[in-house]
């Protein structure tokens, strides 16, 4: 098993950028596809941004094409998310998630392995 753990959110004015860091332990991420979620305050999870396991196919979701990119550092066993041109309604709770299918992409109910989340808060 792997087990995630997100850090680097925070409130920030709109414009402005964060990274979010997902630190794995256990096992090297390498092992997994790799995604990132979002949870809005009275809505469900939705798919952020998300890698497969080698990492040659990247896939985000509309609302951040152009703005968010997802990276890994294996040597560091960790997940980056790189967010710029931030908007208010990027608020929510981000969670980093990993699979053991190689493709998971943006298919939530892929993914095995959830961090407990770090909160983003983007003010106008």
């Known amino acids: 098993q792997v087990q995630l753990v997100e850090s680097g959110g925070g409130l920030v004015q709109a414009g402005g950028s964060l990274r979010l860091s997902c630190a794995a332990s256990?096992?090297?991420?390498?092992?997994?596809?790799m995604g990132w979620f979002r949870q809005a305050p009275g809505k469900g999870r939705e798919f952020v941004a998300a890698?497969?396991?080698?990492?040659?196919?990247?896939d985000y979701a509309d609302s951040v094409k152009g703005r968010f990119t997802i990276s890994r550092d294996n040597a560091k066993n960790t997940q980056y998310l790189q967010m710029n041109s931030l908007k208010p309604e990027d608020t929510a709770v981000y969670y980093c998630?990993?699979?053991?299918?190689?493709?998971?992409?943006?298919?939530?109910?892929?993914?095995?392995?959830w961090g407990q989340g770090t909160q983003v808060t983007v003010s106008s």
């Open positions: 890698a497969t396991r080698s990492g040659g196919i990247t």
């Open positions: 998630a990993a699979s053991e299918k190689s493709y998971a992409l943006s298919f939530q109910r892929l993914y095995d392995y």
């Open positions: 256990g096992r090297t991420i390498s092992n997994y596809a």
